[in-house]
């Protein structure tokens, strides 16, 4: 790690959490070996950005200068560390189950093939609108996407958790519907606005 990138993992330490700026934290939090963590520290203190205080029990704690820290967001080192687990697996996972899914139900994910219920309730229900990208049109599944992986990103932890058991079910119904419609019209289908146009008769040449 270079300096850097140990200077922009603690400002995203604090701005993103509550974790204590202690030397054991960050050395953790940011991989670098304990000599490393202390030089930069202290460099970071020398040139303004941190300023250090000593608790009761005698560790040092820093904080970042000019910055607030939310008022919500993990408060320990593994809160924080699940929660940026979860961030990574939502941000790589949709693609890569989606097509072991499909391949696990004989199927490829061709618009023109057959969408498995199951498998597009199962992803949509785990991964909320990321799993709407197996079987729903890319307009609704991209930004629905796009703003689960930024509630995941920036909410804290203790209201991200009670907010996705509400979303999971509602999600899987819609990943369910979005299956059915697409077997029944052989295309993407949208929740509502392709709903009327699925409903017209073929014109007749």
């Known amino acids: 790690m270079k300096q850097k990138d140990f200077e922009a993992r ?9 974790v204590p700026l202690t030397l054991a ?6 991989g670098a070996s ?6 930069w520290l202290d460099a ?6 941190l300023e250090a205080d000593v608790a ?11 910055a607030e820290r939310p008022r919500g967001g993990p408060e320990t080192v593994s809160e924080m560390e699940r929660l940026e687990a979860l961030g990574r697996e939502v941000a790589r996972a949709p693609t890569a189950l989606a097509a072991r899914a499909a391949l696990g ?4 994910p061709r618009d ?5 219920v199951v498998a597009s309730g199962l992803l949509s229900a785990a991964l909320g609108p990321l799993g709407w990208l197996y ?27 009670p907010l996705l058991g509400v979303l999971a079910p509602v999600s899987g119904v819609a990943g369910v519907y979005y299956a059915w419609r697409h077997n029944q019209t052989g295309e993407r289908t949208g929740l509502f606005s392709d709903r009327d146009k699925a409903k017209k008769p073929p014109k007749r040449r």
Request: charged fraction near 20%; include cysteine.
């Open 10 to 18: 603690v400002l995203a330490i604090w701005l993103r959490s509550r």
């Open 135 to 161: 079987a729903a049109p890319l307009r609704e599944a991209v930004p629905g996407a796009a703003a689960y992986v930024g509630l995941c990103a920036l909410l804290p932890h203790f209201l991200l958790l």
């Open 25 to 30: 934290h960050v050395q953790h939090l940011t």
């Open 44 to 49: 970071m203190t020398v040139a303004g950005q």
């Open 34 to 39: 304990r000599d490393r963590t202390k030089e």
């Open 105 to 108: 139900s004989g199927l490829t």
């Open 112 to 116: 023109g093939d057959k969408k498995s």
């Open 56 to 66: 009761d029990d005698g560790e040092m704690i820093w904080t970042v200068r000019g």
